[in-house]
T-cell receptor, first 113, second 111 residues
Framework: EAGVAQSPRYKIIEKRQSVAFWCNPI?????LYWYQQILGQGPKLLIQ????????DSQLPKDRFSAERLKGVDSTLKIQPAKLEDSAVYLC???????????FGQGTRLTVV | GENVEQHPSTLSVQEGDSAVIKCTYS??????FPWYKQELGKRPQLIID?????GEKKDQRIAVTLNKTAKHFSLHITETQPEDSAVYFC??????????FGGGTRLMVKP
């Protein structure tokens, strides 16, 4: 089966610019996660969707980050405006829901200069 | 919310030795505990998971133990090989099946 697809793989932007990441989960997976992984740290959950509804976004910096999952399939994560500390790998993951395996995409490596 | 602590942050072993990584969690309602392996520049991949209705699970050289009373779980790798070198993350679920990850353990297996 096809895995979780993310694009772009790499992005370099200047601070205060905006950026968007795209994720296509595994077909049929109701749950979609966005994680931020700073170098040398574990993935930090930003937002979790169940179909097209938000389950949790308590760790999403809502003044600059936004995410949506239209029609309960693809999802986009946006940062506007970016800060230097946003430099990280942004990982998208999906699962069938419940206590089931979460499959990760390759991630988008963001560098803010 | 859930808090997952992982130790040690780095672990160096000789090829053939065993490696043990430990995690603690805070949410007593957590019932799913996966372990992921992440090689440099690659995505995290599930290597083993355990649910709260069992205390131990084994898959070849990898085993996971769970102590729900103490709220801790451990990953055991026996007969380590150089290809086991990677960063390992534990995780625990909480309300809404949010997955919270530990900080990671960098395992180095010396040939």
């Amino acid at each position: 089966e096809a895995g979780v697809a993310q694009s772009p793989r790499y992005k370099i932007i200047e601070k205060r610019q905006s950026v968007a990441f795209w994720c296509n989960p595994i077909s049929g997976h109701a749950t979609l996660y966005w994680y931020q992984q700073i170098l040398g740290q574990g993935p930090k959950l930003l937002i979790q969707f169940q179909n097209n509804g938000v389950v949790d976004d308590s760790q999403l910096p809502k003044d600059r980050f936004s995410a949506e999952r239209l029609k309960g399939v693809d999802s986009t994560l946006k940062i506007q405006p970016a800060k230097l500390e946003d430099s990280a790998v942004y990982l998208c993951a999906s699962s069938l829901g419940g206590s089931s395996e979460a499959f990760f995409g390759q991630g988008t490596r963001l560098t803010v200069v | 919310g859930e808090n997952v602590e992982q130790h040690p942050s780095t672990l160096s072993v000789q090829e053939g030795d065993s490696a043990v990584i430990k995690c603690t969690y805070s949410d007593s309602a957590s019932n799913y505990f996966p372990w992921y392996k992440q090689e440099l520049g690659k995505r995290p991949q599930l290597i083993i998971d355990i649910r709260s209705n069992v205390g131990e699970k084994k898959d070849q050289r990898i085993a996971v133990t769970l102590n729900k009373t103490a709220k801790h779980f451990s990953l055991h790798i026996t007969e380590t090989q150089p290809e086991d070198s990677a960063v390992y993350f534990c995780a625990a679920n909480s309300a809404g099946n949010m997955l919270t990850f530990g900080g990671g353990t960098r395992l180095m297996v010396k040939p």
